[in-house]
């Protein structure tokens, strides 16, 4: 989901910025609200570094490759989401992608903003979702299988329904344009039919690990009910 160098550029390129703000104020809002002590606040930091590595694994790692407008990657955001929480999951992507941009994809950084637009909008849209799809009584390590593929597929949808955004905003519309969207959205057929599947066999293995049950790694609705 990387937009790639010169799809949005000159003035055009300050919207980012303010989407990026508000993505900010949001991921700090929720961050907020959710640390209540300082078990919380060590608890919130330390699943943000860990979402943070894993970010930098799934980006510079895992499989991944230019088409057309962006970049293809897996990022397994509902899943991360589920298992770690809503606000380490927005910090690890601000810091995931800004770390990124620092030491090993400079050329993405004036895309930064658009980037982590495209990744925290979404992620709040799906937990926003998951309070409808799944019960408050229902641990989210117990979640069904249609309820994880649905809040995957959501996730996925918001990714390529914000680099449609960018593009159609930055770009006149015309037959090279519409070219690359379509590399775009086929090559991005792989991740909405692999990444989902991985979620299930994640979210599958997850419910063995009950020695994590008390660990301030995961987040405390993966193995209780909803307060």
């Known amino acids: 989901m990387h937009i790639e160098p010169g799809v949005v550029v000159g003035g055009k390129i300050f919207l980012s910025y303010a989407t990026a703000i508000v993505s900010f104020g949001i991921a700090g809002e929720k961050a907020w609200k959710a640390i209540g002590n300082a078990y919380s606040f060590v608890a919130f930091c330390a699943r943000s570094v860990v979402v943070t590595g894993l970010v930098l694994l799934f980006f510079e790692i895992l499989p991944h490759y230019s088409a057309g407008i962006s970049e293809v990657h ?3 955001g509902s899943t991360l989401l589920l298992i770690f929480g809503e606000e380490s999951v927005a910090f690890g992507f601000i810091f995931g992608l800004l770390i990124q941009g620092l030491f090993f994809a400079p050329f993405d950084l004036p895309q930064y903003g658009m980037n ?4 925290l909008i979404p992620l709040y849209l799906v937990n926003y979702a998951a309070q409808s799809i799944i019960s408050r009584k229902t641990p989210y390590r117990d979640v069904k299988y249609w309820q994880a593929l649905t809040l995957s597929l959501l996730y996925q949808a918001g ?3 914000w680099v449609g955004f ?6 006149a519309f015309n037959a090279v344009l519409l070219n ?14 692999i990444e989902p599947l991985i979620d299930l066999v994640i979210l599958a293995v997850s419910r063995s690990w009950v020695r994590l049950s008390e660990n301030s790694l995961v987040q405390y609705r993966f193995y209780h009910e909803g307060v």
């Not at 969207?181 to 057929?189: D, E, G, K, P, Q």
């Open 74 to 76: 897996f990022i397994f």
């Open 116 to 119: 982590i637009t495209t990744l």
């Open 159 to 161: 990714i390529v329904s």
């Open 166 to 171: 960018w593009v159609a905003y930055g770009k």
């Open 180 to 193: 690359d969207v379509l590399v775009f959205i086929f090559s991005y057929m792989s991740v909405i039919i």
